[in-house]
C-alpha cells in the first residue's frame, strides 16, 4: 500500500527503518481517516525523517514517547525547517505503537492528595451512575476537590470531620467573586458531593441541608429568540451548492425543526435515523432517548449529505468534520459557530448567537400561533413543566388581557 503515496525507494527505506513493521498498518490508518494522498506522503516524509533522527542517536521504536518526539521536533526547529503537522504524524505514530504494545501506555498523572481516592469514586459515579456528561462532571469534581482541600487544611483531618460550618464557609467565600449563575451551580456541585458522600457512608450527617440556596429571578429575562421569517432566512443562507453548505442546511434545520440542542446534533448516529418509522432518536440528557418526527425537509437534506458529502470512514456519527481526520464534530461550540457564521451571511445580529437560539425561536413560533405549553414542552422534551414556563410571557395577547392598569392618582399617571 504505500507505493500508493510515495516511491518505491522511499517506501524500501520506511520497511528497513526502526518503524519497518508499523509503516503498512499506519498507512491503512490514515487511508481510514481520510487523508489526501498528498498529506500521506508529507506524513511519511515526517516518519521517515523521525526514523533516520532516533537511528543515528541509537534508538529502537520502543523508545518513542512525547518526550522524544519533543526533541526531535524542537531539532529540526532549531534548524529553520519548517515542523508544520509533524507533531501531529507523531502522536498518531505513538498511538498506534501503543495500540500494538509496541511502547507501554503513557502513564496518568498521580494523584498524591489525601482524598485522591474519594474523589476518583465521586468522578466514577456521576460518569456512569448518574450519567452526567463529560464536561459537567469534571467541573462537578473540581469543585469537590476545592472544598476538601480547603476545609479540610490540617495534615490529620479526615472527611468524617466536615461539619456544616465547612460548607457554608466554602460558598461565602466564593458569593461576592463570582456570578449569580456560577454560585448557583458551586451550590449544585456541593449538594450532589456531600450525598454522594452520605450515600458512601463516609459522612454520618446529611450536609447538603447546609448547603446555602442562591436567589435566582425566575423569569426575569424574556428567551432571546427570532422570528420565523428571521428563521427562514438564516436557513437560505447556507450555499446548497457546496458539501459543507450541504451539511450545515440540514444541522441548521435539525435545530430549527426539531428544537434539538447543540450537543444532541454531535451525538446523533446513523443508527438513529429510523428512515422506515419516520422519525430520530436523540440521545437526551442523562442518557434518555427520545423519538421526534422525522420532518420531510429534513430527511430531503440528510439524504442530499450521507449519499454525495458524508466522508465514507468508520465512524457512526453522522456529522462529521469535512477536513481529514474526518470524525465526528468535538464540541457544542462548533454547532454555536456555524450558526453564528449563518447569521452574519445572513445580516442578522440577534442578542445571542449561539444554537440555543434556534431552540428559543421554535418555541416562540408555537406560542404565536397558540400551541400549548404542554405541547411546547412535548416539542422540546422538557422533563418539568417550569422549564417550559419561561415561554409564557411571550404570549403577549394573553398578557394584555391579564395587566392590571398603571395606578394614577386624581388622574395623574
Known amino acids: 500500500m504505500l507505493e500508493d503515496f510515495i516511491n518505491p525507494s522511499a517506501a524500501e527505506r520506511l520497511r528497513s ?44 521504536a ?34 498506534q505503537l501503543r495500540c500494538t ?10 494523584d498524591d492528595s489525601p482524598f485522591a481516592g474519594p474523589i476518583a469514586l465521586y468522578d466514577t459515579h456521576l460518569r456512569q451512575a448518574r450519567a452526567v456528561t463529560m464536561g459537567t462532571a469534571s467541573r462537578y469534581v473540581k469543585i469537590a476537590r476545592m472544598f476538601l482541600d480547603e476545609s479540610l487544611r490540617e495534615s490529620d483531618a479526615r472527611i468524617e470531620s466536615l461539619g456544616a460550618k465547612h460548607v457554608r464557609d466554602f460558598q461565602l467565600s466564593r458569593a461576592g467573586r463570582v456570578k449569580p449563575k456560577q454560585a448557583q451551580f458551586i451550590g449544585s456541585a ?17 450536609l447538603a441541608l447546609a448547603v446555602l440556596s442562591v436567589r435566582q429571578q425566575r423569569q ?16 437560505r443562507s447556507c450555499d446548497c451548492s457546496s458539501a459543507t453548505g450541504r451539511r450545515n442546511h440540514a444541522i441548521l434545520l435539525l435545530l430549527a425543526r426539531l428544537g434539538l440542542r447543540a450537543s444532541e446534533v454531535i451525538a446523533l448516529k446513523l443508527d438513529d435515523l429510523r428512515w422506515r418509522d419516520g422519525e430520530i432518536v436523540v440521545r437526551g440528557k442523562g442518557l ?12 430531503e437534506a440528510l439524504v442530499l449529505y450521507l449519499k454525495n458529502d458524508r466522508p465514507r470512514v468508520a465512524s457512526r456519527c453522522v456529522f462529521l468534520c469535512r477536513r481529514a481526520p474526518h470524525r465526528g464534530l468535538g464540541h457544542p461550540s ?5 450558526v453564528m457564521r449563518a447569521l452574519v451571511r445572513a445580516g442578522l445580529s440577534p442578542a445571542t448567537h449561539g444554537a440555543h437560539l434556534l431552540r428559543h425561536s421554535l418555541a416562540t413560533t408555537m406560542v404565536r400561533r397558540g400551541a400549548s405549553f404542554t405541547e411546547i414542552g412535548q416539542v422540546l422534551r422538557h422533563r418539568s413543566p417550569n422549564t417550559t414556563e419561561i415561554y409564557a410571557k411571550l404570549d403577549f395577547g394573553v398578557l394584555r388581557d391579564i395587566a392590571l392598569p398603571w395606578p394614577t392618582s386624581r388622574g395623574a399617571q
Request: hydrophobic share 40%; aromatic share 6%.
Open 288 to 299: 434518555i432517548r427520545d423519538r421526534v418526527p422525522l420532518l420531510s425537509d429534513i430527511g
Open 17 to 60: 527503518g526502526i518503524f519497518r513493521d508499523h509503516v503498512e498498518e499506519l498507512c491503512r490508518h490514515l487511508v481510514a481517516l481520510g487523508y489526501s494522498p498528498a498529506t500521506i506522503r508529507l506524513q511519511f516524509w515526517t516518519v521517515g525523517a523521525l526514523a533516520r533522527w532516533m537511528a543515528v542517536r541509537g534508538l529502537a
Open 220 to 235: 426575569s429575562k424574556v428567551p432571546r429568540h427570532m422570528s420565523s421569517e428571521d428563521v427562514e432566512r438564516l436557513l
Open 101 to 110: 504494545g509496541i511502547i507501554t501506555t503513557r502513564e496518568s498523572p498521580s
Open 334 to 338: 462548533t454547532v454555536s459557530t456555524i
Open 62 to 95: 520502543t523508545d518513542l514517547n512525547e518526550s522524544c518526539l519533543a526533541d526531535f521536533v524542537d531539532t529540526r526547529r532549531a534548524r529553520g525547517l519548517t515542523c508544520r503537522g509533524w507533531l501531529r504524524t507523531g502522536l498518531m505514530l505513538i498511538e
Open 190 to 206: 456541593l449538594r450532589s458531593f456531600l450525598r454522594f458522600l452520605l450515600a458512601c457512608g463516609k459522612i454520618g450527617n446529611d
